[in-house]
């Protein structure tokens, strides 16, 4: 009843709970166990490399955090990005002879991308909110349904963009400003634009409390399904975003772009101290998930001590244990 | 004198640095029905998990037949024959009622569950309780009321020594918790002895043998129950006098406006034809059984739930309310009467809960904390509310902080008309008086309130005028003098109304 009061006599100069300092001391960690194995793991290459491939992942996850905290879940992310990179590389395509190789029609594959993203995530939100299913049924139902879709168009194969646009496009994953690349520039943007949002504006307080309790919030003049939509919707949008970045990175799409990304993410967000079931989340957090699996990864990959084949079995320990911690500090109020 | 069961010696708990009881002793004997009173936060929600096992003393002993014990666990109090029934029902929502009763301790034989004995004992537990529910039910479907009498039914089927429970009348109709007294007095009548609280202090004085007051951590006066009137033990319970509950009833004013007129509102399944005005300064009671459509005829005119009305009217305009925020802009606003589940985000602080309701009167697109925090400190000055610290988690916070805390947050949207729904249910006599008069005072200052309560008393003492509901319509309404229980019942019964007592 009263664990609550624990710690309340010294509660100006009390540490951040395990829950806020768990991940980062992970995070640390990794750093300096990567630093310690391999003098060009704090190198500029490697760094800007783990980011930019933590920025896809990213992007969504930010996105999955604000589902995730409204109290959804959303499955079909990683189909979604593979279905809209499909979508993306044919339609820039097609207008090939038209448009010609140039802005127009970067601009144009872009859009294509924000808005399939945007309907996607509307469906899913439709489909969850208005007929009332549950999250976890419908997004494994589009999930399967987008990556057949992209089997599809792809014929079984690989869709593969023109090979004189995919060198106009190659700058928007590879180039950058000041030598940091788009894809990390976005990244950064996407996570302070939401660090904002759920933790300043009413719309991520509304998340928060339709995740804590939907009929409190419903009480509360919180428009608990127009919340919830939206969620899907914005994270439609930031698949829509992600695959933009990715495209130029290889070109192309087939049925395994992006297989198991909605693990990913959904992963990256629960280590980062968002709680599954809703109610709670936060982006910075979600940020951290991200660079630890990532920094995983690549530690595995520049050092032979451990195979880089055990990489799952590894993020799924820390999965676990984040999981764990988080019901410590809960336990502990 | 018998010897005590179980007992409690210089009982101390803590949690953390809190200590919440400070040397609790509590004698509970065969045979004998003990009430624990006291106001919210007293600790005797703490006492009665310590007797059962459920938490551990921090120190003192526990006295079982004057053997002392140390429970581990709840299963280890309920092998002794302890039984503690919750204040929150502590039933497997989605298993039917029979395989609630048998949780855990299934018949079997052989390897199989022996079904047809299972059922025959639940429908026998059922059928002492006098509860109708078929044992088939999933829990999930009953009303609490029907809850509790599943719980009340699991414990006869316990077989228990000793059955604590805590405030099990709070969800119970009058006829229930009739019912519920004949089984604990029947169960007395066994040799069972008995624990409970209650914050209504009549069912005390008509149900228990002796009675323990609990103030602040610590049990301050032990009587017989018929040594002590209704007012000692209130004035024991709060440590002043009490007598004066409800504020003095201003008269409305014969000239003053009509804040909110309603013509022929409908909510589908429960509510038909309702129509009543509401005036300025007037405090306009709804009283009737629980399932008559009050909560429900009220939810659809705040557009909390679908409803249909002829005519709605506020300060004189037509209006349509179809979502909670068309009523809020007309500033109507409806308290509910689950402040857990429908009323506070109990994961939350109490500034997020505060201004949950009210965001968009909190800064523009980026919310204002400064705002907050101020709203936050306004409140909890107004509204007398006790947390150890600002950001106490608000499920931790006292039944009656927490109500003092929802009344706030409504407030925050600055309502012309309220509606309060069951106001004070389930909190102590001190926070009551505090909310009445709160009610009274706004009331005086203009703003027209109805109060939905099952509380007679609350409702005779409170309203100007008292409309009655019966199986979804207005069966009655009454005014100044013509108050009286014995009106309201009527009315509430369906007994022909008495045209004497019709209101002018």
């Known amino acids: 009843m009263a664990s609550e009061t624990v710690n309340m006599p010294e509660r100006r100069r009390k540490l951040p709970s395990m829950s806020v300092l768990g991940p980062v001391i992970a995070l640390l960690v990794l750093v300096a166990i990567g630093a310690m194995m391999n003098p060009n793991f704090l190198g500029a290459g490697n760094i800007t490399n783990v980011l930019a491939r933590s920025a896809f992942i990213g992007i969504i996850a930010v996105g999955m955090t604000f589902v995730i905290t409204a109290g959804g879940l959303d499955l079909s992310v990683g189909s979604m990005a593979a279905f809209i990179a499909g979508l993306m590389i044919l339609v820039m395509n097609a207008a090939l002879p038209v448009l010609g190789v140039g802005v127009p029609i970067i601009l144009l594959g872009m859009a294509t991308a924000l808005i399939a993203g945007l309907l996607a995530g509307l469906l899913n939100g439709f489909l969850i909110t208005t007929l009332g299913i549950e999250a976890f049924i419908v997004t494994l139902g589009t999930m399967g349904i987008y990556r057949s879709l992209v089997t599809w168009l792809a014929d079984g194969g690989t869709l593969s963009l023109d090979f004189g646009l995919r060198t106009f496009y190659r700058p928007v994953y590879f180039d950058g400003i000041l030598g940091v690349s788009w894809p990390i520039i976005v990244f950064a943007l996407v996570v302070i634009i939401g660090e904002v949002v759920m933790s300043r504006a009413r719309f991520g307080r509304h998340c928060a409390a339709t995740g804590s309790s939907e009929h409190v919030a419903h009480y509360s003049n919180v428009n608990v399904n127009r919340t919830r939509l939206a969620t899907y919707a914005m994270l439609g949008v930031l698949v829509g975003v992600a695959t933009i970045m990715y495209v130029p990175r290889l070109g192309s799409a087939s049925a395994s772009t992006g297989v198991l990304w909605e693990l990913e993410a959904i992963a990256a967000v629960i280590i980062g101290g968002t709680v599954l079931k809703g109610g709670f989340g936060r982006v910075w957090g979600t940020v951290i998930g991200v660079l630890i699996l990532s920094l995983i990864d690549n530690i595995l990959n520049l050092t032979d001590l451990v195979s880089p084949y055990l990489n799952g079995a590894i993020q799924g320990v820390i999965i676990i244990l984040a999981v764990i911690l988080q019901r410590e500090a809960k336990a502990k109020g | ?504």
């Open chain 2, 1 to 504: 004198m018998t010897e005590p069961v179980l007992s409690l010696r210089n009982v101390h708990k803590s949690f953390g640095p809190v200590e919440v009881l400070h040397g609790v002793d509590l004698d509970i004997r065969a045979g004998e029905v003990l009430a624990l009173i006291g106001e919210n936060g007293a600790g005797k929600s703490t006492a009665m998990k310590c007797l059962a096992g459920y938490q551990p003393a921090s120190s003192g002993r526990i006295l079982l037949d004057g053997e002392e014990v140390n429970f581990a666990s709840l299963h280890e109090g309920e092998a002794a024959g302890i039984v503690l029934i919750h204040q929150e029902f502590n039933l497997a929502e989605q298993l039917t009622v029979e395989q609630n009763i048998f949780l855990g301790r299934e018949l079997r034989r052989g390897l199989l569950l022996d079904k047809a004995e299972m059922r025959r004992r639940s429908r026998e537990y059922l059928a002492r309780v006098k509860c109708r529910v078929d044992p088939d039910t999933p829990v999930s479907k009953l009303s609490n009321s029907d809850k509790q009498m599943v719980e009340i039914a699991k414990a006869l089927g316990r077989d228990a020594r000793v059955l604590i429970m805590d405030e099990p009348t709070a969800v119970l109709t009058n006829a229930e918790a009739a019912i519920l007294f004949e089984q604990v007095e029947a169960l007395r009548a066994t040799g069972t002895a008995i624990v409970f609280t209650s914050h209504k202090l009549g069912e005390v004085k008509q149900i228990a043998d002796r009675v323990s007051v609990m103030r602040d951590g610590m049990v301050v006066q032990t009587a017989p129950v018929r040594d002590m009137s209704e007012d000692q033990m209130a004035t024991a319970m709060v440590g002043r006098d009490v007598s004066d509950l409800y504020p003095a009833k201003a008269e409305v004013a014969a000239d003053a406006p009509v804040l909110l007129r309603v013509d022929g509102l409908d909510v589908p399944g429960f509510a038909e034809g309702v129509s009543f005005a509401l005036r300025a300064g007037e405090i306009l009671g709804i009283a009737g059984l629980v399932g008559s459509g009050r909560t429900e005829a009220m939810e659809g005119l705040c557009g909390l739930r679908i409803a249909r009305a002829d005519r709605t009217e506020i300060a004189g305009q037509s209006v349509q309310i179809r979502k909670p925020s068309d009523a809020l802009r007309h500033r109507l606003c409806y308290l509910t009467e689950d402040r857990k589940l429908r009323g506070l985000l109990l994961d939350k602080g109490m500034r997020e809960n505060l201004t949950l309701q009210a965001l968009a009167r909190f800064g523009g697109l980026l919310i204002d904390q400064k705002a907050e925090d101020a709203a936050l400190t306004r409140a909890i000055r107004e509204f007398d509310i006790r947390a150890g610290r600002r950001d106490v988690r608000v499920g931790n916070l006292s039944g009656g902080n927490q109500q003092k805390l929802l009344l706030a947050k409504v407030m925050q949207s600055e309502p012309q008309i309220l509606i309060v729904d069951e106001p004070t249910r389930g909190i102590d006599i001190g926070t009551k008086q505090q909310i009445y008069a709160f009610l009274s005072d706004l009331a005086a200052s203009g703003h027209g309130i109805v109060v939905i309560s099952s509380e007679m008393q609350e409702i005779i003492g409170l309203a100007n005028r008292v409309l009655v509901m019966r199986q979804g319509r207005i069966a009655g309404e009454l005014a100044g003098e013509a108050i009286t229980e014995e009106a309201i019942v009527r009315h509430a019964m369906g007994v022909g109304a008495d045209p004497k007592e019709r209101a002018a």
